[in-house]
């Protein structure tokens, strides 16, 4: 079938525990961070932003920390349901530069074990 | 209900052939954006628009073209000069430049080579 996962880093969670995923960004001047959830043959869909004046922002189950000293993003997700399986990719913006708008990065795919 | 729409879910190319991905949004969203993705792969910017009547190429827009002649349409040509045309298409829409706003994705559109 469709996929967007193929060798991408993989994490492989029992469903009820919590997951962490990790995302290196590479502008230390981005001051705009977001977090998207891909399904199978779907569109990313937004998840939760942040930006860089917090380091911590919490959503329904989901919580991103950013790092800005190691420029480093993670997003918690609280409780992992069978939902949860898809691949996660963080984005990055620095308002000062160009029009083209968000960076993106590859992307991690969570399997949720029964 | 607001959003982005993407057809053909599925698309098919002849040798020689060029085709066109439509994308249509009712967010009343200034910006529009074309990517493709590859297996393993983040999200490559192919054009963008940040107004009607205008668009800039993004990091890989040889052998694709697109028009801006309405805000709510942005469609995307492959052409023939595209050796590689065999990938998911993803639209998205924002509200602005360098606004730190979210992009918004539509379902995309996987093109194949007959």
């Known amino acids: 079938g469709e996929s967007v996962g193929l060798h991408l880093p993989t994490l492989s969670v029992q469903e009820g525990d919590n997951s962490i995923i990790n995302c290196a960004y590479s502008?230390?001047?981005?001051?705009?961070f977001i977090w998207y959830k891909q399904e199978s043959g779907k569109g990313p869909q937004f998840i939760i932003d942040?930006?860089?004046?917090?380091d911590k922002r919490q959503g329904q189950r989901v919580t991103v920390l950013l790092n800005k000293t190691v420029k480093h993003l993670s997003l918690q997700i609280a409780a992992t349901q069978p939902g949860d399986s898809a691949v996660y990719f963080c984005a990055e913006n620095y308002s000062g530069g160009g029009a083209d708008g968000l960076t993106f990065g590859k992307g991690t795919h969570l399997i949720i074990q029964p | 209900d607001g959003g982005i729409t993407q057809s053909p879910k599925y698309l098919f190319r002849k040798e020689g052939q060029n085709v066109t991905l439509s994308c249509e949004q009712n967010l009343n969203h200034d910006a529009m954006y074309w990517y493709r993705q590859d297996p393993g792969q983040g999200l490559r910017l192919i054009y963008y628009?940040?107004?009607?009547?205008?668009?800039q190429k993004g990091d890989i827009a040889e052998g694709y073209s697109v028009s801006r002649e309405k805000k709510e349409s942005f469609p995307l040509t492959v052409t023939s000069a595209q050796k590689n045309p065999t990938a998911f298409y993803l639209c998205?829409?924002?509200?602005?430049?360098?606004?730190?706003?979210?992009?918004?994705f539509g379902d995309g559109t996987r093109l194949s080579i007959l």
């Open positions: 998205a829409s924002s509200k602005g430049q360098n606004s730190n706003q979210p992009q918004h």
């Open positions: 942040i930006r860089s004046n917090m």
């Open positions: 628009s940040q107004i009607v009547n205008d668009f």
């Open positions: 502008n230390s001047a981005s001051d705009y």
